[in-house]
């Protein structure tokens, strides 16, 4: 389990993902704003959902069409779709 890091303040975070209403949403406010990654790049979706998922659990959705909680890896799973038809 990670600790968060007191001195670093997360409401950018939590503001963005609230404003846009999606996580890739959230990755553009971020980047645009010039905000940081943990690692010192660019958003991208997996990252901010696992800070999402760790520090407000509560923000994202809790379960996916089968009724299972949904992992941060697995959010976006099953929407995206081959131009063939298959997942």
Do not use: F
């Not at 990654?37 to 999402?52: D, E, F, I, M, N």
């Not at 923000?59 to 009724?67: F, I, N, T």
Request: positive net charge.
């Amino acid at each position: 389990m990670r600790v968060p890091d007191p001195d670093v303040d997360l409401t950018p975070i939590r503001d963005a993902y609230r404003q846009s209403g999606t996580v890739l949403g959230a990755c553009r406010l971020l980047n645009e704003c010039g905000i940081r990654a943990p690692k010192g790049g660019q958003w991208y979706t997996s990252a901010l959902t696992r800070v999402l998922d760790e520090n407000w659990p509560d923000l994202l959705p809790c379960e996916g069409a089968s009724g299972k909680r949904i992992t941060a890896s697995a959010i976006l799973s099953q929407l995206v779709r081959c131009h063939c038809g298959r997942s």
